[in-house]
């Protein structure tokens, strides 16, 4: 599995609702975990990938051996939530980058586990975090979408660099 690098266009696309939970979902999500520890990130969302699907994995640890700390989301959905902060975040699309993003400090989350059982998750701080961060992914947003106007001028010339690399490979 690679990672999809910005700007590519298909992290745009965004994710389908998942129907079928199966052996080749358990798949996706197993390898896409695997990506995850790989490419050394605490999140990975399908779209990032190249799956059309809403699928998102992570582990706030970002360590392998933590395995008390993996989580998988199907068709994952907001339903509470309270309080903002800002908090910085890396994205494994944005390779070398960091930017502070405002997000809810405290979330519940409704989302299927890979048997397609509905499953709910009340989540704060660091694991709030990059459940907001993935799930915006399923819907083909990027961090960078969300930076104030400051943070946008401060990583402008990595986000060309990206841009610059981008059309050197296509
Ligand atoms: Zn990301």
């Not at 068709?75 to 975040?89: A, D």
């Given at each position: 599995?690679?990672?999809?690098?910005?700007?590519?266009?298909?992290?745009?696309?965004?994710?389908?609702?998942?129907?079928?939970?199966?052996?080749?979902?358990?798949?996706?999500?197993?390898q896409?975990?695997?990506?995850?520890?790989?490419?050394?990130?605490?999140?990975?969302?399908?779209?990032?990938?190249g799956?059309?699907?809403?699928?998102?994995?992570?582990?706030?640890?970002?360590?392998r051996?933590?395995?008390?700390?993996?989580?998988?989301?199907?068709?994952?959905?907001?339903?509470?939530?309270?309080?903002?902060?800002?908090?910085?975040?890396?994205?494994?699309?944005?390779?070398?980058?960091?930017?502070?993003?405002?997000?809810?400090?405290?979330?519940?989350?409704?989302?299927?586990?890979?048997?397609?059982q509905?499953?709910?998750?009340?989540?704060?701080?660091?694991?709030?975090?990059?459940?907001?961060?993935?799930?915006?992914?399923?819907?083909?947003?990027?961090?960078?979408?969300?930076?104030?106007?400051?943070?946008?001028?401060?990583?402008?010339?990595?986000?060309?660099?990206?841009?610059?690399?981008?059309?050197?490979?296509?």
């Open positions: 599995m690679e990672v999809l690098v910005y700007p590519d266009p298909v992290l745009r696309r965004g994710g389908k609702p998942i129907a079928t939970f199966d052996a080749d979902l358990r798949k996706t999500a197993e896409m975990m695997a990506a995850m520890y790989e490419e050394v990130g605490c999140g990975l969302a399908a779209p990032q990938v799956i059309e699907l809403k699928l998102l994995v992570l582990n706030p640890s970002g360590d051996n933590d395995t008390d700390g993996e989580k998988v989301l199907c068709n994952p959905k907001i339903t509470k939530k309270k309080g903002r902060e800002f908090g910085e975040e890396g994205c494994l699309s944005f390779p070398g980058m960091h930017a502070e993003v405002e997000r809810w400090i405290e979330i519940t989350v409704e989302y299927q586990d890979l048997a397609g509905p499953q709910k998750l009340a989540a704060d701080g660091f694991l709030a975090r990059v459940i907001q961060h993935e799930m915006d992914h399923l819907d083909g947003v990027l961090y960078v979408d969300r930076l104030t106007a400051s943070e946008k001028l401060r990583v402008k010339a990595q986000l060309q660099e990206l841009e610059a690399e981008f059309r050197a490979r296509a």
